[in-house]
Structure formats: C-alpha cells, structure tokens
Nanobody, 121 residues
Framework: QVRLVESGGGLVQAGGSLRLSCAAS????????MGWFRQAPGKEREFVAS????????VYANSVKGRFTMSRDSAKNMMYLQMNSLKPEDTAVYYC??????????????WGQGTRVTVSS
C-alpha cells in the first residue's frame, strides 16, 4: 500500500512556473514506477510524465516535453514535477501516481488526491 499526497498547485500567469511535489508513504517508494497525470474539466485524465522504477528513465507527453521535468528523490520518498513556460491549456488537476511507470491510468493502482493548477492568460 502506498499513500500519495500532492502539493504545490495554484494560480499562475501564462509563461510562469510551478513546482508540484508528491510525498509518498507506505511500501518502499523505490519499488514503484511513478507518474504524473492531469485532468481538465470535462476531459479524461491524461498522461503527463512518468519515471521508471528500475532505470529511472523519464517519459513525457508531447504536450509538455521541453517544458516539464519530473524527478524523484527515493531517499526522501518524494517526487516532483517542475513546470515551466506554463500555458492556459495546462490548467487541470494534477495527480501523482505509483505503479508500473507506464503511460496509462490503468498502469497505476495508487493515486493522490490531486492538486489544482490554473494558468491565466
């Protein structure tokens, strides 16, 4: 069992930056691949980024590639999503997740409660 708690969301102007954090507790954090997903109003939850549990390799959605950077600190049981050059279309609730490290929501059995990011134009 893994418990995940996100923080760091808020309101930011377009072009600005935010850093989301995800604190994990429970079963050893390093055994899981980790992911960030987001869900905008009226839309399905979509993949943002993931990092593998074995090799630490990161994968990014095309829509955020070059702007977002995902990292993890296994010693602290923390995961981060640095978001730069934010756009209004990045507005969503962002969720961290623990699972296989894939790109589908079904790859992750554990989810946080979400943190809201609003980007104003």
């Amino acid at each position: 069992q893994v418990r995940l708690v996100e923080s760091g969301g808020g309101l930011v102007q377009a072009g600005g930056s935010l850093r989301l954090s995800c604190a994990a507790s429970g079963r050893t954090f390093s055994y899981y691949g980790m992911g960030w997903f987001r869900q905008a109003p009226g839309k399905e939850r979509e993949f943002v980024a993931s990092i593998g549990w074995s090799d630490g390799a990161s994968v990014y959605a095309n829509s955020v590639k070059g702007r977002f950077t995902m990292s993890r600190d296994s010693a602290k049981n923390m995961m981060y999503l640095q978001m730069n050059s934010l756009k209004p279309e990045d507005t969503a609730v962002y969720y961290c997740s623990a699972g296989t490290g894939g790109t589908r929501p079904g790859d992750y059995p554990y989810w946080g409660q979400g943190t809201r990011v609003t980007v104003s134009s």
